[in-house]
Structure formats: C-alpha cells, structure tokens
C-alpha cells in the first residue's frame, strides 16, 4: 500500500516544500532534505521564507526536515526537485541535478525508485541522471533500483493551483515502476494523474509547456511594439481582439525568473545536439530578453522628449513577479544594468526581496519606500500588491514635482486617473 512508502523529497524550495507538505499531512513518512543549513532551521522552526507554505501546515505535519545525507536512508521513494537553471552561454546547468543524484545514490537500496521532478531536457534522466545514481549506489538501474519522471507545475505565489490541485503527469522506466509512481500521486494529488508512456514523454511535456507559453509572450512583446510605433495602446487591442472565442489571452512583459526564461534553453540545446537548430524558441527568446532594455531606453527617450534632466529614475520591483521573494533570473534587473550604461542614477525599492540576495545576485541596495529621494522617473517593473493598493498617489509623491515620466511596465495603474504632468508609457 502507498501508506507503507516513505518519502523523501530532495530540494525544498518553491517546489519540493509543497510536495513533501503535502505527503506528510496524508500520513506518509516524509523526509526533506535540503543542504541551505538557513533554510532547514526555519523549516524546522516552522517558516516557510518563499510563504508557499503556511506556518499552519508546517507546524500541523511530522515531517523530518535534514541536511544529513544519513536520514534519506529512511526512505524507499525519493523524489529530486532541485534547481535546474541555466549557464551564461544559456546552456543547461545540471550540477544540482548531479550532485543530488549523488546523495540518493548513496541512500539508495535494492526496491527503491528515484522520481526526478526537476525540469531537464528529453533524455536527461535516464542519460545523465541514472550513471550517477549507480556510480554512488553500486546497484543497477532497472534490476535493484528503478527511476520516474513527474514534470513539476508549480506556479511561485498561486494560491488557486496548487501542487494537489494541478493535474500530474507520471511516468516510470517500465511498466511496474509506472503503475507505483501514478499511484504514490494519486494519493496527495486531488486532480488526479496522467500517465505518460515513457520518461522522454514527460521530460518532453514539461519543456514544451513554458516553450509555448514563452513564445505566446513574445509575440505579445513584439506587437507592443509594433503598435507603439502605430501609436495604439497594447492593452486596448488585446481587450478587443479577446472577444473572440479563440483568442488565446496574453500579455506582454518581463520574462524571467526559473521556468519560462530558462527551460525552452533546455530544449534548444538538445535540438541542436540532434542536428536542428530551432528558429521559433529562439527568435522568442532573444524578443523576451530584450525588453528591459527597451524599457530602460523608453524611460530615457520620454524624460528626453519632455525636455528633464536624465538623472535619477526609482524602479519599484526586483523580483522575477508579483507578489513573491524570488529573485532568480529576474529580468527587472536588465532595466537597472541598462540605465546604470547610461550613467544614470538609481534606486530600488521592493517590499519581498531580500537585501542580502539583491546585492549577492544584482549588486543592488534595496532602499525603503519612505527614505527615497524624488526621482525623474519611475518605473513599476514588478506590480506587487504592495504598490497597486497605493496606487498614483504614492506614484506621484516619488516625482520630483510630483511630475515626470512614469514607465507602468504590466499596466497596473489606472490610466484615466493619470495626474496632469505625468506622461505614462507601458507595455
């Protein structure tokens, strides 16, 4: 019976938290394991830093939360959720994904099975992750041990689709390891599971759902700009065009953070391994990367045009989005690297990013709100509820003049109630 398996969840970040949640409030034996020593004493102490988790579930669940290599041996079913991001030459990163593999090995017994959930291109698990496993283990893959693929769907700060709450593609090496992996699932995940016929299926389903959902971005970022140069708001054709049936709702804006901006790179690269050098993914990709630096030149073209100084701009946001502390990949930093070419002065003001990490990843003082000089310009990168619930009134107070440009990137702020002498530009 699934009751009888134990879990460990290795990597409890935005993703491996929830599901080694989830696991231990229906009874399993849940271990997670995770080598941030910060991370494992809050957990302990019943935080959840990335607020995926509630204090609540965290205090209300006998899970073991370790750093020590020694209590994975506990269980029988691991499941690998560790970061798989990128390099600078937009090159897969698997060091986690190895490393981790590296430690189950070394817990692994005759019967157990090993579910990697963290995103990688088709044929990584069973290429680049099984040698591992055996090296550490000494055992043979598909004869003592076997391995699953089950994509994660977490969406950072959704608090409707949840991990038990979104459907869940499995898949085993064979048929038995298939069966057990959709069945352990099913358990803790409401939505119920799909099961894919082979672990390159699944590997495949996860990469295409964020390609597709990046290249449906950056044809709303390349109509932006079309239609600024046509003089027509974005935001009122798309509010035309969704009227039909058909029209698949998107916006434009900042592509970042760990899923849409990294994972079509795990695609291409195995595309080109094969011999196809993929022209729809990457034109995306280079559109998508591009904005912050349209947005920074924007705000600079406009301050111009108004006849300003181009001195200082206040961006309100770090973060990859809304509403969440995550930091990676952000590509609200691009707007800051592009105006700082120019010689301009900025200031960074978000309420969920963490100081230490903004000056570590971005080299970036966080200042507060309140402290922050008149600024030129402003620029809203990352619209947390923080700053829509202030609407223009903080807006303004940050303008020298209570004037100036003021760059709405998502379009949170109410365009009829743009106070005079501000010239507002977004997306």
């Not at 579930?57 to 990128?86: G, H, N, Q, W, Y």
């Not at 672990?199 to 597709?212: L, P, T």
């Amino acid at each position: 019976m699934n009751s009888q398996r134990k879990i460990a969840v290795i990597g409890l970040g935005y993703v491996g938290l929830p599901v080694a949640v989830a696991f231990a409030k229906k009874g399993f034996e849940t271990v997670g394991f995770d080598v941030d020593e910060s991370r494992i004493t809050q957990l302990q102490g019943g935080f959840d830093r990335t607020f995926e988790v509630s204090n609540e579930d965290l205090s209300s669940i006998e899970a073991v939360f370790s750093r020590r290599a020694e209590d994975l041996k506990k269980a029988d079913f691991f499941i690998v959720t560790v970061p798989t991001p990128v390099d600078e030459a937009n090159q897969p990163d698997l060091r986690a994904l190895r490393s981790a593999s590296r430690t189950v090995g070394g817990a692994l017994k005759k019967g157990d099975i090993v579910v990697y959930e963290s995103t990688v291109y088709p044929g990584a698990t069973e290429e680049e992750c099984v040698p591992v496993l055996e090296e550490s283990s000494g055992l043979v893959c598909g004869r003592d041990f076997t391995v699953g693929y089950s994509p994660e769907r977490i969406n950072p700060g959704d608090k409707e689709h949840t991990f038990t709450k979104i459907r869940k593609v499995v898949s085993g090496q064979d048929e038995q390891t298939r069966d057990i992996v959709a069945e352990v699932y099913s358990s803790v995940v409401t939505a119920g599971v799909h099961v894919a016929p082979t672990i390159k299926v699944a590997e495949a389903a996860k990469v295409i759902e964020n390609a597709q959902r990046d290249i449906n971005i950056a044809f709303m970022n390349e109509l932006s700009h079309i239609f600024q140069l046509l003089g027509i708001d974005t935001a009122d054709v798309l509010a035309a065009a969704a009227t039909k049936w058909n029209f698949l709702p998107f916006n434009p804006g900042l592509v970042g953070g760990h899923c849409i901006g990294v994972d079509p790179y795990y695609l291409t690269y195995r595309s080109e391994k094969a011999g196809y050098h993929p022209q729809v993914i990457l034109s995306g990709r280079r559109i998508n990367d591009s904005v912050g630096e349209r947005i920074a030149r924007e705000c600079i073209r406009l301050m111009l045009q108004k006849g300003q100084k181009v001195e200082r701009v206040l961006q309100l946001g770090l973060t990859f989005k809304e509403n969440v502390p995550d930091l990676r990949n952000s590509k609200a930093a691009s707007i800051l690297r592009e105006l700082n070419k120019f010689g301009i002065s900025t200031a960074v003001v978000d309420p969920w990013a963490s100081s230490d990490e903004a000056l570590h990843e971005y080299d970036v003082q966080l200042s507060d709100l309140n402290e922050v000089e008149p600024a030129d310009a402003v620029i809203v990168a990352v619209p947390h509820r923080d700053f829509a619930s202030q609407g223009w009134p903080m807006i303004t107070s940050c303008l020298k003049n209570r004037s100036g440009v003021v760059i709405d990137v998502r379009g949170m702020l109410d365009r009829a109630a743009k106070p005079e002498g501000v010239t507002l530009w977004r997306l």
